[in-house]
């Protein structure tokens, strides 16, 4: 059974604060993605990596950043947060690199900026 | 890059009557199409797929049909239950060269009315 967990499941964090979010895998699997759920506009990628230290920017990525150190984690950074990040983030991952591959999703963190 | 439209954005239906969620797509490279079920508070979870091969699946009530012709797809849930109330995601996914792409529609709300 594929885990993917989330560091936080609800964060409060002020303007300007630099945050982290952080997704794990346990299933050894190659691709994992970060996205924002807002209410209207489903999901949106931010950033995704395919390869330890490797990364891609998505549909929105200004204001965040991502780490990949190693295989089973994937970081998201909010750089110096602002209220119109408040949202929820959602990590996800895949096991491959074919199009078929099914996409497991972490249980998300609703961030909150004051 | 690839765009999907999903509709409608909520839906309200007796138990026991059918519902029809509709999501179309725009890029012929798209071959393989989930749909996700995102309970409140809880992880999106691939409920479907289909790939690009296939033109219907089934899978107790739920079913997903597909036409490539026309870039669309469409789930389908019969004999609802207040369980299957939730957002319901479709997604088109293609393999680029740079990994996985996801790109997921707006959500529909369904309401099952016991």
């Known amino acids: 059974d594929v885990k993917v967990t989330q560091s936080s499941r609800y964060l409060v964090k002020r303007t300007g604060e630099k945050v982290f979010l952080e997704c794990v895998q346990d299933m050894d699997h190659e691709n994992m993605f970060w996205y924002r759920q807002d209410p209207g506009l489903g999901l949106r990628l931010i950033y995704f990596s395919y390869d330890v230290k490797m990364k891609e920017k998505g549909d929105i990525p200004e204001g965040y950043s991502v780490s990949r150190e190693k295989k089973e984690r994937f970081s998201l950074i909010l750089e110096s947060a602002s209220t119109n990040q408040t949202s929820m983030y959602l990590c996800a991952s895949i096991k491959g690199t074919r199009s078929t591959d099914t996409q497991y999703f972490g249980p998300g963190t609703r961030l909150t900026v004051l | 890059g690839e765009n999907v439209e999903q509709h409608p954005s909520t839906l309200s239906v007796q138990e026991g009557d059918s519902a029809v969620i509709k999501c179309t797509y725009s890029?012929?490279?798209?071959?393989?199409f989930p749909w996700y079920k995102q309970e409140l508070g809880k992880r999106p979870q691939l409920i479907i797929d289909i790939r690009s091969n296939v033109g219907e699946k089934k899978d107790q009530r739920i079913a997903v049909t597909l036409n490539k012709t026309a870039k669309h797809f469409s789930l389908h849930i019969t004999e609802t239950q207040p369980e299957d109330s939730a957002v319901y995601f479709c997604a088109a996914s293609m393999l680029s060269t740079i990994g996985n792409q996801f790109y997921f529609g707006t959500g529909t709300s369904l309401t099952v009315i016991p």
């Open positions: 890029d012929s490279a798209s071959n393989y």
